[in-house]
């Protein structure tokens, strides 16, 4: 495969081909369960550059069908499913799209913003705020996740409740297909009746159709004010119907509403002593509410007032703390972001990503937390996510003292049977926004509908018939 290499650095430049070297940055997944070994690690800087590389790869391709070539498209590689990092054969190109970062521009009257796919998220979030507008889209990897990642696995986070997931924020894209070809579908049109929306194909696609090589995103006003709360529940119940009274108060304003268990809060508590979690020591579950008010922080601080007012007497709350300013918010914010960091000083750990109705969050909660604890004796549940959309991280952590390897080793497989079963029987799915990547794509025979299965595969083979992009994820074929 020299040659290839040869006619890819013409391409790039020698000094953005790496084959040597500590290439751990590109090859090792973010939860370290997975170290591959790549062909090369290819660094474009254009769409041009993109699209010829990978016409060089499908030609290639062509050339020595048996050679096992194939490309894994990479952002900021935070992924949480193994869908961005390359095998162990050594016959994968890693196509690193971080030098890719500019804010190509900022169409104020149509809310609108064009970036390229390796732009940082929280880097385009403060690009956004220096224009004036909001871009909502928020998660705790926004330092280092790419937007191009975000597309390619329909991010959710903390602001999906009012605003969608990635999908829903995104107006058009371009996109490098597996020949090569670049499609220039950057629209800012909102209304675009013609035809099949392919942007839709390759959102959450996780690459394996082609590569997002830019995106044209959906901008907003800036809010007058974000106030947040903490308030203590006494259960999955009380934090339901506590969404509903928010619901009914804050409207659109409300933007965020997470629920943490007191085990996950623990957990933060005992490895950031720095962060003084409020609240948690007696209370089953506590929850995180955000109001973005358009008309004034007066308003939305006696909006959230009468809503923890209404919860008390309804009971739903047991107590509340409003952030009295912006360092307190993003104390409390710090705290739910520090959960998955947290779990992993605990030890390794068995982690789902699921959604169910909220109307059945107790009922799955209740279920399976009793199944779970009968069939491990001592398991610790580390729960916690984005109840205001359905989304849960539902983590399983080894018993106090056992070795955390051997129990991820000898349970894995028998606790996510359990789990995922668990979320069928809800009506729920088994990946809410994390993807499928390579961890879940077996469990989709499982847990998808044939039809859906044997549609999936259908595309994949009509646009990708070579095979070349991210193999072996999302959906396998052959």
Known sequence: MQSLLAEIRDVVGAAHVLTEGDLSAWTLDWRKRTQGKALAVVR????????????????FLTKHPDSGLSLVPQGGNTGLVVGSTPDETGRQIVLSLQRMNAVRGVDAANLTMTVEAGCILQTLQEQAEAAGFWFPLSLAAEGSCT???????????????????????????????????LWQGLSGLRKDNTGYDLKNLYIGAEGTLGIITAATLKLYPQPKAQLTAWAAVPSVEAAVQLLGLAHQHLGASLTGFEMMGQFALSLVAKHFGHLRVPLYQHTAFCVLLENADAESEAHARAQLEGLLEAAMEAGCATDAVVAENLTQAHSLWQIRESIPLAQALEGLNIKHDISVPVSGMAAFVAGTDALLAQAIPGVRLVNFGHLGDGNLHYNVQAPEGQDAA???????????R??????????????????????????????????????????????????LMNPGRVVRVG
């Not at 409740?161 to 597996?178: I, K, M, Q, S, Y």
């Not at 989709?444 to 259908?458: D, E, F, G, I, Q």
């Open 44 to 59: 474009p800087a254009t769409a041009q550059e993109v699209s010829r590389v990978v016409r060089a790869c499908a030609s």
């Open 147 to 181: 937007i191009g990642g975000n597309l390619g696995t329909n991010a959710g986070g903390t602001q999906v409740l009012r605003f969608g997931n990635a999908r829903d924020l995104c107006l058009g894209l371009e996109v490098v297909t597996p020949q090569g070809e």
């Open 406 to 416: 051997v129990f991820l080793a000898e349970q894995e497989a028998r606790v996510n």
């Open 418 to 467: 359990l789990v995922f079963d668990a979320v069928q029987a809800h009506g729920g799915s088994i990946s809410a926004e994390h993807g499928v990547g390579s961890l879940k794509v077996d469990h989709l025979t499982h847990y998808k509908s044939p039809v859906a299965l044997h549609t999936m595969r259908a595309i994949k083979q009509a646009l990708d018939p070579q095979n």
